[in-house]
């Protein structure tokens, strides 16, 4: 073993949140590793964010691409075998909760590398959903706990996890946006993308709204509604592209589909946005930072401490027209104070910590 870290990304959310993390270590002087699965891979999912966000070139990048959940995680499982063996780390960080954060999770607690797990404790308790599964077991499996959120410390606690390995940190994301805050730049996307003064951003991914084709043409049509009260940016990521389409949104009157945007162009947009349409996680915790009102179109969220200080509700698919008829009408009003330690120094506490138990434990 070496003092060596090394950090597994594969997905979108996971660069955004790799960012300050890895900026912080390399201010801290640490020997760091970069490896990316490969979980996502188009130029628009992937490499555009290692560009603007400053990311170093992964070290490796080990492809696996996508698949069934087995065939995907099978393949995870075996490219981080041969790539954590060969690098063998002091510390192996790992970031959210996606296919890859589950495999190299597993991966080096098998091979007896300790593992610190970047937005730990966050639940929804929803099992259907992927991610809670995910992020459940690799906070089982971590050494080292980064909490985003104080109702996080509490889940820990309460399924045994250690409280000494738990560390209420911050939100390395809103590090990131508030690093690049002053590139957002709402006139320019606007203009870019051919959109009127007002207008609603939304994304839609998750398996719930976009795979089973009656849930997509739900959100499909309460898109088209929605979109009678204003003009609606809808950047799609590509596993909700194809059933979107499909369900009706293409050419409905107000709906400008878009590709997926880098991350400068889509916070320029969610930035000038009067109200943003969503599912996705990380985007929940920038609308509140941003005090752009959010509605999520969930029954459950993981991050609750964007409703109780921040700018976001849960809503129903019939729900949602009354919804941003409310917010249009100014009457979903952001709380004045946002959630604790979202403050930009995330990264640095988290480096902190690693080089810390680097001191100790090599
Ligand atoms: C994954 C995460 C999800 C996260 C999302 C962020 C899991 C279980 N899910 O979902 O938690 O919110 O990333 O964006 O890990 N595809 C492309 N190009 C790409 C990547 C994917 O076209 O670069 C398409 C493929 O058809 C693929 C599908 O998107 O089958 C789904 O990709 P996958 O990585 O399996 O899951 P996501 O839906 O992206
Ligand atoms: N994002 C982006 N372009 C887009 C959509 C999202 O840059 O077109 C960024 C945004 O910062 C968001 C992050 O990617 O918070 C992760 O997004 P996603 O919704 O894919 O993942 P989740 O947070 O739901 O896991």
Same mark, same amino acid.
């Given at each position: *073993?070496?003092?060596? /870290? ?5 997905t979108r959310p996971n660069f955004v949140k790799a960012a300050p993390v890895v900026a912080a270590l ?11 699965? +490969? ?5 628009? *999912? ?20 996508? @698949? ?23 510390? /192996?960080? /790992? ?17 007896? *590398? ?8 966050? $639940?929804?308790?929803? *099992? ?35 409280? +000494? ?55 499909? $049509? ?5 979109? $009678?009260? /204003? ?16 369900? @009706? ?21 969610? $930035? ?57 009408? +100014? ?15 995330? @990264? ?15």
């Amino acid at each position: *073993m070496n003092g060596r /870290v090394l950090h597994v990304v594969g997905t979108r959310p996971n660069f955004v949140k790799a960012a300050p993390v890895v900026a912080a270590l390399r201010a801290a002087g640490c020997d760091q590793v970069l490896v990316h699965t +490969g979980q996502h891979y188009d130029e628009r *999912m992937s490499d555009i964010f290692f560009r603007q966000l400053g990311l170093p070139e992964p070290d490796t990048d080990l492809g696996v691409g996508s @698949g069934s959940h087995a065939g995907q995680t099978a393949d995870l499982l075996i490219a981080l075998e041969g790539e954590l063996s060969a690098r063998d780390p002091a510390l /192996v960080i /790992v970031y959210g909760d996606v296919n890859s954060t589950l495999a190299a999770a597993l991966v080096a607690a098998k091979l007896g *590398m300790p593992v610190a797990h970047v937005e730990a404790g966050l $639940r929804s308790f929803d *099992m259907t959903m992927p991610e809670e599964i995910n992020r459940r077991l690799v906070d089982q499996l971590a050494e080292l706990l980064f909490v985003t959120s104080p109702e996080a410390v509490g889940h820990l606690a309460r399924e045994g996890v250690d409280p +000494g390995r738990v560390h209420l940190v911050g939100n390395p994301m809103i590090d990131t946006l508030l690093t690049h805050l002053g590139h957002f730049d709402p006139a320019a996307a606007r203009a870019a993308y051919a959109l009127p003064e007002t207008y609603g951003v939304v994304t839609l991914h998750r398996p719930a709204n976009v795979d089973d084709p009656e849930a997509a043409k739900a959100a499909a $049509r309460a898109l088209t509604e929605a979109a $009678r009260l /204003v003009d609606l940016a809808v950047p799609l990521h590509p596993r909700g592209r194809a059933a979107l389409g499909a369900a @009706g949104l293409d050419g409905a009157p107000g709906v400008h589909i878009l590709e997926p945007l880098g991350y400068v162009e889509f916070m320029s947009l969610v $930035r000038g946005a009067t109200a943003v349409i969503t599912d996705s996680g990380g985007v929940q915790e920038e609308t509140t930072v941003l005090g752009v009102p959010c509605l999520t179109l969930r029954t459950t969220t993981e991050r609750p401490v964007t409703v109780t200080h921040g700018t976001n509700r849960l809503v129903g698919h019939r729900e949602l027209v009354p919804a941003l008829r409310k917010v249009l009408d +100014g009457g979903q009003p952001a709380p004045e104070e946002g959630p604790p330690l979202w403050d930009g120094r995330a @990264g640095a506490r988290i480096a902190a910590v690693v080089t810390r138990w680097l001191d100790h434990h090599v």
